[in-house]
């Protein structure tokens, strides 16, 4: 009897909201009849059509709301206002020509009104006899859903066909009507098989029919057709998970009470073992980075006209970009960053080419474990990438498939790195300014189309924000080095009116000293300061000239021992390899390289870690190497620090000595390269063309000189 109390006490709370609704429904559906007959547009076919059945809606729920849902007038009252919105139908086949391209249309049109005029008949078979009552709920029902399914068929049918200038009339429109119909074929479906009508989707009828009438009233002013309903994506992510979520929770509950109908103790262990096994599940997929990727991924296909939402993509690029800063990342891993968020990527390279168009590393943005050598990729790779902007898928180049011959100058370590996915190009005004290798996502697709647009695009924006930083950098390096001339210009100047005045003293000496003997080391010690002198003078002078004078073979055997024996009692410098080879240089300068890089790794390694010194040859030049086991340097500080003159990762450092070694070794015709790991140690190799290798190349020059005389004489 309590539990009957309880039931009983609920009943008043429902019919007071059941009333509710459907006084709201009468409200907005005579809202809606107001405003479609003040602003609703006069051309439109359904215009009266529509304001009839947002009256007939009104009228429907006013009289549920006050006599009941199930007495016979709010029954006529809801047939006729369906029998309007057949109506309205009608109308809009008209409107696109169908009546006379469809003829099916109208027998299906009549049938549906016949169908629906049963109502009435039917009220009276149930008023005659009680016995019936039964038979004629049941076939009310089956009419509601016949008409239902019926409309619900040509309004498909209807949009289907539309030509395109009408489907934006009919969007509003097609909305409401499918939304009544779907609403009416639901509840009518489960109140027949229930063999009862289910009050809460009852009572709720009418509001949903008040809210539908709105949109009629919406899609019939002249702004309502350009409305269009756009949620942006993270709403749709998040409602997608809700509903999850929701689907979740629904089978739950079906699965336990149908495991509860079975009885028993095995009904309840088996519902203990199912919500158990549920929740563990749930635990694993819903944090689960790949299961949100998936969803984002299919819903982005199945759901949109573009993978991208634009706005959100530039928005969250911006930011990413312009979060610069003290102690924020560097402009390089920003940029990284900013096209691997593009592609959900969790991880990327900055390649840039250095002088002779190889790539090296510059960046890495949560990569830490991928090994990159020093030359990342040859020249051929990064020309195709330039001359064609290419971007490249990975998985394309390691199946064979290829374009433009790219597939052969993709390195090896990037085929291996499973992980790697894409190469997009950096185009600044026609010119490669960087290749960024992007990680595969954790849900990995096939690039398209979009995302070769979009990557391409933001590739330029890239190159264009380093191209600046590039620019800027070079004018504040031209500006130090102004003041740098500026400061050496009266340098030098003291030196050489110094350099003057010893030689005058050294030639007055000569003459007017009476001491044989003091005179002598006068003279020795004057000229041997003259001459320091004058070398410190040349060797200024040559700072910035590209120059250097007195190129002659080299021994790089004996030059090495002469480091070796030079920082003797102050680091112990190692020969390790000692090849035979002669190089073409000056020497003078190329000890003065090798100084500076043998003092910059000393200062770099621990107290009794050794300097190495390495001598190998191939067939055309001769490298000496410089090898430490310090605290090594970073790929950015290598790219971009490295050999700046006035920067240096030493405190007090002037930062000239490795720009000034890579000068005099270019001068030189060689190159400097370097391979360095933090924490690992570093690898500077001087690379010189062999002595009879540059003879060969001398002496094809000078025939090809000597025979274009001859043929302009002949000529």
């Not at 009266?48 to 016979?72: D, K, V």
């Not at 009438?213 to 350009?226: I, T």
Request: glycine fraction near 8%; hydrophobic fraction near 50%.
């Amino acid at each position: 009897m309590a539990g009957g109390r309880a039931v009983n006490g609920l009943e008043a709370p429902l019919q007071l909201v059941g009333f509710i609704a459907w006084l709201v429904g009468a409200v907005l559906s005579a809202g809606a009849m107001v405003w479609i007959w003040q602003n609703g547009e006069q051309a439109r076919p359904d215009r009266t059509s529509l304001m009839i059945a947002a009256g007939l809606s009104a009228l429907w729920c006013a009289i549920s709301a006050g006599l009941g849902p199930e007495h016979n007038a709010a029954i006529i009252a809801a047939m006729g206002r369906n029998l309007a919105l057949i109506a309205t139908l009608f109308c809009l086949f008209a409107a696109d020509g169908r009546t006379a391209s469809l003829k099916p249309v109208r027998p299906v049109i009549v049938a549906l009104v016949l169908v629906q005029l049963l109502q009435p008949l039917l009220l009276l078979v149930g008023a005659k006899g009680s016995g019936s009552a039964g038979m004629v709920f049941e076939a009310r029902m089956l009419i509601d859903m016949l008409v239902s399914i019926g409309v619900l068929m040509l309004l498909h049918n209807l949009y289907a066909g539309a030509a395109s200038g009408l489907r934006p009339v009919l969007r509003w429109t097609g909305i409401g009507l499918a939304g009544i119909f779907a609403y009416d074929l639901n509840l009518s479906t489960v109140a027949y098989l229930g063999q009862e009508m289910p009050s809460a989707l009852r009572d709720m009828r009418g509001l949903f029919a008040g809210v539908m009438a709105g949109l009629f009233a919406l899609g019939m002013s002249a702004a309502g057709p350009r409305v269009q309903f756009s949620p942006s994506r993270a709403v749709t992510f998040r409602t997608l998970s809700l509903l999850l979520i929701g689907g979740y929770l629904a089978g739950m509950v079906l699965v336990t009470k149908s495991l509860a109908l079975i009885g028993g103790d095995i009904a309840r262990a088996s519902q203990v073992v199912f919500v158990v096994i549920a929740v563990v599940a749930a635990a694993i997929a819903l944090p689960s980075p790949r299961m949100r990727a998936w969803l984002r991924v299919m819903a982005t296909k199945h759901l949109f006209q573009h993978r991208y939402d634009y706005r959100q993509e530039w928005m969250r690029f911006t930011r990413t970009i312009g979060h610069g800063g003290t102690g924020s990342a560097s402009l390089e891993e920003r940029v990284v960053k900013a096209l691997a968020d593009i592609t959900e990527s969790p991880a990327g390279l900055l390649l840039m080419p250095n002088e002779q168009a190889q790539l090296e590393l510059t960046a890495r943005w949560n990569w830490p474990t991928l090994a990159v050598p020093a030359v990342a990729a040859d020249f051929a790779l990064s020309g195709l990438l330039e001359q064609h902007n290419l971007i490249l898928a990975l998985d394309e180049a390691r199946a064979g498939i290829d374009h433009h011959g790219e597939a052969r100058e993709v390195p090896d370590w990037l085929c291996e790195a499973d992980d790697a996915w894409a190469l997009v190009p950096l185009i600044h005004f026609d010119r490669l300014v960087g290749v960024i290798v992007l990680a595969r996502p954790l849900h990995p697709r096939q690039l398209d189309w979009e995302d070769f647009d979009l990557l391409r695009v933001t590739g330029q924006q890239l190159a264009s924000y380093l191209a600046e930083q590039a620019g800027q950098q070079a004018l504040m390096d031209a500006s130090r080095f102004d003041e740098f001339n500026r400061r050496m210009a009266f340098v030098m100047h003291d030196i050489k009116n110094l350099v003057s005045q010893l030689s005058l003293l050294a030639a007055n000496a000569e003459k007017h000293a009476d001491n044989p003997a003091f005179r002598a080391d006068m003279l020795v010690t004057l000229r041997n300061s003259a001459d320091k002198l004058s070398a410190l003078l040349a060797r200024l002078g040559r700072y910035g000239s590209g120059q250097v004078n007195a190129i002659a073979p080299i021994a790089l055997v004996d030059l090495a021992r002469t480091i070796v024996d030079r920082f003797e009692g102050v680091h112990l410098v190692a020969l390790t390899r000692d090849t035979p080879v002669s190089v073409m240089g000056n020497r003078e300068a190329l000890e003065q390289a090798l100084i500076h890089l043998v003092q910059n790794a000393i200062d770099a390694s621990e107290a009794g870690m050794p300097v190495f010194l390495d001598v190998t040859a191939d067939a055309l030049h001769g490298a000496i190497d410089v090898v430490d086991s310090g605290k090594g340097m970073s790929p950015e500080f290598v790219r971009s620090g490295l050999f700046k003159p006035f920067v240096s990762s030493k405190s007090g450092g002037f930062g000239i000595g490795a720009f000034e070694a890579r000068e005099l070794v270019k001068a030189m015709g060689g190159r400097i390269a370097v391979e360095s790991r933090e924490g690992l140690g570093t690898r500077f190799s001087i690379v010189l063309p062999q002595a009879n290798a540059a003879r060969l190349f001398g002496a094809q020059e000078n025939d090809q000189l000597d025979q274009q005389p001859r043929h302009q004489e002949a000529s």
